[in-house]
């Protein structure tokens, strides 16, 4: 593109910076990680790594648990969002406030959001203790982090939803309705498809997130057995950087693949969302 | 709920519009639409508790004398004494480092923006994926990365500035992405030849076309980075050293071994310390899209990830 006013010196010397940062800082020490982790013989050290039992099962329970909290974020956060974006009542930017607030939570302010709901002095065990006669604490574990995955997600999936919600054409709704379409079908059969580029891009955001994050596990129990855990108990206790390096490496790649796969089948670029 | 006719709930969920429909209809559809309406309701303020609920009972806890005891025990501001003369050193080391973070991504995140929205070409484009990596791969892959590579160098190692660059990495599209959204949706080339051709240098149109065209999407980015810059975990747990403990790294400490209202007064410490770039957010309208200008929104500038 031959573009007068913006040379090609100009473009060379604006990227240069950004670049040399990334490259110096994030391209060079992956590199290094991915030549550590093959320890001298890349096939047998993964081989031996895909083939252990305990970090493949702790892997598919990253997974799972990953694909269940964006489910029932994009659930939750879709029915909020569309009731915040097209609907108008008093108080509407007050509960959108609240319903957002959390965004700036790192992930340990999170879990202990979750201690404090669902830990030995939380309030849900003192409620289950009055009513039911039996203290609920579901912190400490795979539910616990379920919430607090929950909790780091919502407010983020509203603000997608949100945004997308207000860029609906409405005139398709109301064809649907003068046709008879009930609510209900309007929702599944308009609403729904026009937001599903969003709600994907999204949901692979929120899936990535949950792949990866580390905080909340740390706050509730260093014992739940999710891969970030299993990485940072190999590098610290076990003091096994090959181990841990190659399964940061095998987690970075399922996340990636999941992210080009919700791009592809979204049309758009989820990076844009990420 | 079901007593209203229909006419006020159509106001109500289409607030403008007065739709044809065949009067016959109207007896069979409001009920399913009240239903709909209530069970989003339902949905919509039970997670608001969800999210609020805990929030408020760490800012209570934070201030009670014992909260096994509950808040009968008495209010104090003990908790919130102890934690600041304990950690107010991880207090300023976030601000610190959360500038620093900020001062780097912008001098070299704004001209990168700019730059890849101008140039549209598959180099541009695939460096912008690449600069993506860093948030779309798991934070501790990057932190180990870092350490396999500059562990090694040990006044870099144990100074903030290692921390810092972890931060700079993983925030820089934040910044990037934001301002070339802006970028690309204004007409700068236009702009910049019209600039060009009363004689105004590169850099002349740089300070005054592209910088004040870019202003939202500097803004946006300059919170986001601000903000994440200061949650940021995953890396910085691994990068930090016993002298560089971060605000997160103080908390997760803190709730790991200390007392729950110690913990609760740290969380109290660290909302005060998030309060003025929500505030921002709101304000600027980055996180709440109704505000947010049409072109932001367009930008996909409300769009947000973090690590947690």
Known sequence: MHDLTFPLRWRVALVAPALAVFLAFWLLPMAALVQLSADGHFLATYRALLTNSRYMTSLLQTVLLSAAVTLATLAISTTCGLLLARRDFAGRRALVA??????????????????????????????????????????????????????????????????????LDASLEEAARSLGASPWRVTRDVVLPALMPGLIAAGAVCFATAMGAFGTAFTLATDIDVLPMTIYTEFTLNANMVTAAGLSIVLGIVTWGVLTLARSLSGTSVAATA | ??????????????????????????????????????????????????????????????????????????LTLRWLEEVWTQYHASVFLSLEVAAATLAVTLATGVPAGYALARSRTRVSRMIEELLVMPVALPGLASALALLVVYGGYSAFRMSAAFIVVGHVVFTLPFMVRPVAAVCASSDLRTLEEGAASLGASFMQRFFTIVLPNARPGIVAGALAVLTLSIGEFNLTWMLHTPDTKTLPVGLADTYASLRIEVGSAYTILFFIMTMPLLVAMQWFGVATPDVATRRERNAGISHHQDSQ
């Open chain 2, 1 to 74: 709920m079901s007593a209203l006719p229909s006419r006020g709930r159509d106001e109500d969920r289409l607030s403008t519009r007065v739709e044809p429909r065949a009067p016959h209809r109207r007896s069979a559809l409001p009920s399913a639409r009240t239903w709909i309406a209530v069970a989003q309701w339902l949905v919509t303020l039970a997670t608001c508790a969800f999210l609020v609920v805990p929030v408020v009972m760490s800012i209570v806890a934070g201030l009670t004398v014992n909260y096994f005891r509950g808040v009968a025990s008495g």
């Open chain 1, 98 to 167: 609240l319903l957002t607030f959390p965004l700036a939570f790192p992930g340990v302010v999170v879990g202990f959001m979750v201690i404090m709901l669902a830990g030995r002095q939380g309030l849900i065990g003192a409620l289950a203790l009055r009513f039911v006669g039996e203290r609920w604490v579901f912190a400490y574990s795979m539910t616990g982090l379920f919430a607090g995955y929950l909790y780091f997600s919502i407010p983020r999936v509203i603000v997608t939803v949100m945004a997308c919600a207000s860029k």
